[in-house]
């Protein structure tokens, strides 16, 4: 008989193994793809143009501001109680900007809302992050 697999850690992965602080700076960091220019890397002052190489930063900043917005209304929703409402937010957010944060809030929602498989699944996708991060 095969020894048991063993699973990956949640460590980290839920609110209430989080210190409060961390929990706090996760919610309100910006996510680090924001802080420089994808093009030539230089510290982004929040400007649409690069201050270095100039290049347009426009679109890239109206998608972080849907990022954003999405973001916002899925906390409300998961503050009301409307998990599943909340998890197709939080899943429109990964699909225009992945942040660990916004993969454990996921794996929360489908938790609350009941869809366990999607929850394993994106709580394996979070602690692979965590771990390549
Ligand atoms: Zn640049």
Do not use: N
């Amino acid at each position: 008989m095969d020894a048991p697999r063993r699973l990956p850690s949640t460590r980290g992965l839920f609110p209430a193994d989080v210190p409060d602080d961390r929990l706090a700076r996760q919610v309100d960091e910006e996510p680090p793809a924001r802080q420089q220019c994808p093009t030539c890397g230089a510290v982004r002052r929040g400007d649409a143009t690069c201050h270095r190489c100039k290049s347009d930063l426009g679109a890239l900043l109206d998608v972080e501001h849907r990022a954003d917005g999405l973001r916002r209304q899925a906390r409300s929703c998961y503050a009301h109680g409307w998990y599943r409402r909340a998890a197709e937010l939080a899943a429109a957010v990964l699909s225009l900007e992945a942040t660990p944060a916004d993969r454990r809030f996921l794996t929360c929602a489908c938790l609350m809302s009941g869809d366990y498989p999607r929850a394993w699944r994106e709580g394996l996708r979070a602690v692979a992050d965590e771990r390549l991060s």
